[in-house]
Structure formats: C-alpha cells, structure tokens
C-alpha cells in the first residue's frame, strides 16, 4: 500500500487548497509554483529589472507574492521590495542640507505667499473671524486661569500661548464626526468646535456640572457631544487609541477620520511608534498631528533625539509626512484639509509636524526660565506670533481694525470671568461621585465601601467641611 499520494497531497493546506481552487487559472499556476516541490520557477535573463511591487493592502491580505527574480540587480524581499545592489560600502547618514521643508501659506505680516493654496478666501471671511475669535479667547482664559492658579483658586493649568494657530487651525478643516484625541494644548480645538465657557470652567474648578464629575485634574477635558475623547495625564496614550478609533472607522466604513494631537516629547515613548506602525501597516485613517515646540518640559528637543525632527520618523514607517508653519493658521488649515481628505479617500494615515516655539511655561509647575534664557523667550513673542499673524491677513482685507479688536477682547474677558465666577460659586460634585461609572452597578466591595464611608461622616462629621459638596454628608449614597 503507497501513501506517496496522500502524503503529497497534505503539504498543502486544506484551507490553502481551497483557497487556490477558487483562483483564476494564472493565479493558481502562480500558487503551484509556489507549493511544488518538484517544479522549478522558470528562469529570468540575467539582468532583469524589478519593478515596484505592492505586497500588502493596509492589513486586507497581500495583493501579489514578492518574487526575488533570478538575475535581478536589486533585493526584493518583504523586508525591503526594491532596493538595488550595490558595492559601495556606506552608513546612510542624515544630510543637514536636505531636512524636510516647512510649508508656509502667508508670512509673518499676514500676505499671501503661496498662490497655488487653492482657499477661497473671499467666502471665508466669517470662518476668519470666528477662527480668530476662538484664538484670541484661549489666550485670554489662558491669562485669567493662570493667574487664577497662582491664587489657589485652582489646583493646576497649562496655557495654549504661541501655539493657538495649531489648535484653531487644523480644527477649522476637520469634520463634526472626526473623533478627536488630544494633549493638553488644544484648547482651540474644543472652543472652535463649540465648547463653552461654562464647560472649560466647570472642568477647571472640578465642580458639579463636569462632565468628568470632578474626578480629573484642571485642562483634562472631555466633550461626547464634540467627539472629543478625555485627555489623559500620561503622555502618548491616546496615540494608540486614536490608531485604532481609526481603524474601527475605516471597519464602519465611515467618512471620518481619526485624530490625535502630541508634543514632540511624547514622540520619544513607546506608544508613539507602535501607534504609527499599527496605523501604517493596517491602512487606519488617522491624522497625527505633532506639535514641536522646542521643549518636552524642561528638555530641548536638540537633547531629545537625534535626526529631523518628527517628520523623518513618519517617512521611516512609510506613512505620508509634512512639516508646516505651526503659527501659520492658514498653512495648517490647508494642510489638515488635504491630510484629512487623503486618510478617508485613500484609507491611511498622515502625520503632520506643526513647528512652533513654546512661548509660555510648560504648566503652572515649571519654571522655564531655570532652562532657557528670558531673552530667547521674549525674541519669540516679538517675531512671531499666530494671533498677530492672522489679524495681520484681516487688516490686509480690511476685515478688522484696532476698534474692532478693542471691542472683542473687551467683551470675551467679560464673557470668561462671568464664566469663571459662575463656576467657582458651583459645588462639588456629590461625594457618590466617587464610585459611579466603574461598573454598570456599583460591585458589592463599592456598595460596603460607600456604607463605610457614610457611617465614618455620621460619627465624625465635624471633622470634615463638606458644605461646598453636593448633599453635604449625606451625599453619600449606598446604591443597591
């Protein structure tokens, strides 16, 4: 009895022949070819020539085998599909003269250095002002809640200064189902989007009407209704998360994008290149946007890493990269827009490296003049500044003028120190609070730890002032 048949048989896969018996002809020749043991591939003429091959579909299987064809003056592999061969020994080294350019789209005094932009500013001029409108309001909650923090009014803040036309500027080219998750400057892409006073100071000061119940810290926000995911403290974690928020649209088949917002520093952890190697090589529509303003807390970025910036790493993982002018409003606007319409047309993603100098503090914590000199800082206000840029754009058009400006800014500091005093009269979330939201039903270990501390507040309730708090003592409540 011979079992040469079926032994011979079984070396290919029953799911691999199943496969190959659905193929056109050419292509199960191609698959024999593969699986044979006894036949050979047929010979190519010595010298041929590779050519670019596509060997995968963002992670909707491979399109066609990668071949080494016999004579071939270049590696073709799936590690690297076509590089050629060569006998000159060299260390690819970065070239100082070739860093990836900056795009720009108007100056430094607001004229128009790009013609070919293809923005129809003539019927943008209400979207202008509300742009700058949404700028320069962060900046002045920025003012007030700084100097607030320093009161004790509240417990922390990072400011927005010098990097609002990043914020304001690519939230104006996104769609209202972009889902969005952000750092801790993007302030300007909440209150583009929508989100009030009321709401911005409701999370500052923790009290009743947050969204987040008074359970994170200052500058943390959080808006269902905006699409705008909580901002967590620890730096890249929401990298990943955007990833895969942009894989689960691409799944829906949804026209929307993801977008996540980053500092350069948070490019040097670990989730930033699993986050662009997962969005790389499954296809996700998702839109990186760094903002690489000099430092990382109290570390340059010249101490941070080596090499060109965040761009070259985007190139590196083979996803489409640009570099802009991040205080020019207009040229990150007009490169999120085509960002955007090629994640969703095309089904990948983009990174987009905004450059602008940090002109503020990292936080209400630091210091940074203990690492950087006052007068570099004060340069930086003086020569540039988003803000003053596009006002300089309007006053070309006469769109604005000093009165109008005047006016504006007189009102909006109105309009957020009623915000603020509102928000600071609120009382505390309920301190119930607590526990909720963990699980669909608080756990029975929730449901004794709450009995605990209920009974601890009858007994020693003069030791605690639970007057600003929702219920006072009592409200803490035992939920069966």
């Known amino acids: 009895m011979s079992f040469a048949g079926p032994l011979r048989r079984s070396l290919i896969p029953r799911t691999s022949r199943t496969i190959a018996s659905r193929y056109p002809c050419p292509k199960r020749r191609c698959f024999a070819t593969a699986t044979s043991a006894t036949s050979e591939a047929p010979r190519e003429p010595e010298g041929t020539k590779e050519v670019p091959m596509t060997v995968g579909d963002g992670g909707a299987g491979t399109i066609r085998p990668v071949r080494q064809r016999h004579g071939s003056d270049r590696l073709v592999f799936p590690g690297a599909v076509n590089s050629k061969f060569t006998n000159r020994l060299v260390f690819r080294q970065q070239d100082p003269s070739k860093a990836i350019d900056t795009y720009r789209v108007m100056d430094t005094e607001g004229q128009i250095i790009d013609e070919t932009h293809g923005i129809d500013f003539d019927n943008m001029k209400e979207q202008t002002l509300k742009m700058y409108s949404s700028m320069v309001t962060v900046s ?38 972009d889902t969005i998750y952000a750092q801790y400057r993007e302030a300007g892409v909440l209150m583009y989007r929508g989100y009030t006073l009321d709401e911005f100071m409701a999370q500052c000061f923790s009290n009743c009407k947050d969204h987040g119940k008074g359970r994170n810290m200052p500058i943390h926000y959080s808006s269902k209704k905006l699409n705008f995911h909580p901002i967590s403290s620890t730096l890249a974690t929401q990298l990943p998360h955007a990833s895969g928020a942009g894989y689960a649209l691409k799944m829906e088949r949804t026209p929307a994008c993801a977008v996540t917002y980053f500092g350069e520093g948070a490019a040097s952890e670990g989730d930033f290149h699993a986050a662009l190697n997962i969005a790389a090589t499954r296809g996700c529509p998702t839109l990186f946007v760094c903002r690489n303003n000099g430092y ?19 190139v590196g993982y083979g996803i489409d990269t640009i570099r802009v002018d991040g205080n020019d409003t207009w040229a990150v606007y007009k490169v999120t827009k085509e960002a955007r319409e090629l994640a969703i047309s095309q089904q990948k993603p983009v990174l987009i490296e905004a450059m602008s100098y940090r002109v503020s503090h990292h936080s209400t914590s630091d210091d940074s003049f203990a690492y950087r000199a006052r007068v570099e800082v004060e340069d930086w206000k003086r020569r540039d500044n988003p803000i003053t840029r596009l006002r300089k754009f309007m006053e070309l058009r006469n769109w604005w003028d000093q009165e109008k400006d005047t006016q504006l800014r007189q009102q909006l500091r109105k309009d957020v120190l009623k915000a603020f005093n509102n928000a600071e009269r609120e009382k505390k979330p309920a301190i119930s609070k607590l526990w909720e939201d963990t699980y669909d039903k608080p756990t029975k270990d929730q449901q004794s730890q709450m009995q ?5 507040l009858e007994r020693y309730g003069e030791e605690y002032d639970l007057e600003g708090y929702e219920g006072g003592k009592n409200g803490v409540v035992p939920k069966r």
């Not at 100097?147 to 400011?159: A, C």
């Not at 990382?296 to 010249?302: D, E, F, G, V, Y």
């Not at 101490?303 to 910036?309: A, W």
């Not at 605990?452 to 601890?456: H, P, S, V």
């Open 296 to 314: 990382a807390i109290s570390t340059p970025t010249l101490e941070q890493y080596k090499g060109d910036g965040i761009a070259s790493r985007g």
């Open 452 to 456: 605990e501390m209920k009974d601890i």
């Open 140 to 177: 002045i909650m920025d003012q007030i809640m700084y100097d607030s923090q320093r009161q004790g009014r509240i417990s922390f803040y990072i400011v927005n200064a010098g990097e609002e036309g990043i914020a304001v500027g690519s939230a104006a080219a996104l769609g209202e189902h």
